[in-house]
């Protein structure tokens, strides 16, 4: 079958499309009839080596497709049933058909479309345990740092949902969309510790940051507990002040939650680019060239 991914570890020159054998599902998998797929930074880095993935391998952390089969053991799922979930290995998703690890995969339901489940695992995802992570109370106040991003604009949802206040820090062209999403909205910049003390006098009660870097260090002292503070981006620097790193609840329990938030208008993962597999390089590139807003999404 066709996939796309890469050659070798490197940059964008050892992508290629790729003929492969269809994979057969083993303990705790499904093989799925791909009927969309995310694209996420971390499938970049994967192709860069930071995951240890040597390559030839097909790209792709998160699916949304069609059961074909079940592997061994494995219970609850069957055959023709309609699902999302995380791709073993994080790898494998940008192809016809591909494994989806059982334990991180849930059924999709009708009102949610393959393209908004496949832009659930990773980022809506990752947002959530943050978010779990935190334990903020309603009325307390979250930093999103890089708010209009594919794990920002989540993020801002989510906690809006949960009765926190939200500052969300973005360039001043995602203004407006994370304003949309429940935020207040502050620019990225020299002075953006006055900014946010100029609606939030008193600090922040937690820091979810998407960039790390300088841009983490200039909003790290705001928040009252360096404890609250964690990184996406940056976790040694999140660390070295004082926050943690997250650990992920990659389970079917957390799918099946973003799902029914979708289902209720209280999420939208902000699928703003749908492009076909031809295109699937076009499309890692959007997102490694960080011109993308939202999540981008593939359709073999």
């Known amino acids: 079958m066709r996939g796309y991914g890469f050659t070798a570890v490197g940059g964008p020159e050892k992508q290629a499309f790729l003929d492969v054998p269809v994979p057969e599902p083993g303990p705790d998998e499904l093989l799925v009839r791909v009927r969309a797929a995310g694209v996420n930074p ?7 080596g930071s995951y240890g993935v040597s390559g030839p391998a097909v790209l792709g ?12 053991g494995v219970s609850g799922f069957t055959p023709g ?14 192809a016809e058909q591909a494994l989806v690890t059982a334990s991180f995969a849930a059924h999709r339901p009708d009102g949610v479309s393959p393209e908004v489940a496949a832009a659930l695992p990773v980022a809506s995802g990752t947002a959530y345990d943050a978010l779990n992570a935190f334990g903020l109370s309603a009325g307390a106040t979250v930093l999103v740092n890089g708010a209009g991003g594919g794990v920002g604009i989540p993020a801002v949802q989510l906690a809006v949902a949960r009765g926190l206040r939200v500052i969300g820090v973005a360039s001043p062209g995602k203004h407006e969309l994370v304003a949309g999403f429940g935020a207040i909205p502050v620019a990225y910049g020299d002075g953006v510790q006055e900014r946010v003390r100029a609606v939030a006098p008193d600090g922040v009660d937690a820091i979810l940051d998407m960039v790390g870097g300088d841009a983490l260090r200039s909003v790290a002292g705001l928040v009252t507990d360096p404890k609250r503070l964690t990184s996406i981006a940056d976790r040694p620097l999140a660390l070295e002040l004082g926050g943690f790193s997250l650990e992920r609840d990659r389970s079917t329990a957390v799918l099946t939650e973003l799902a029914r938030l979708v289902a209720a208008g209280e999420l939208d993962p902000h699928v703003t680019v749908v492009k076909p597999l031809a295109e699937a390089g076009e499309a890692l590139a959007l997102v490694e060239g960080g011109h993308a807003t939202g999540k981008v999404v593939i359709v073999p």
Do not use: L
Request: hydrophobic residues 40%; charged residues 25%; aromatic residues 10%.
């Open 42 to 48: 971390g499938d970049w880095r994967v192709r860069e």
């Open 81 to 94: 049933d309609e699902v999302f979930g995380g791709c073993p290995g994080m790898v494998g998703g940008w």
């Open 61 to 72: 952390r998160e699916v949304a497709g069609t059961v074909v089969a079940v592997g061994p």
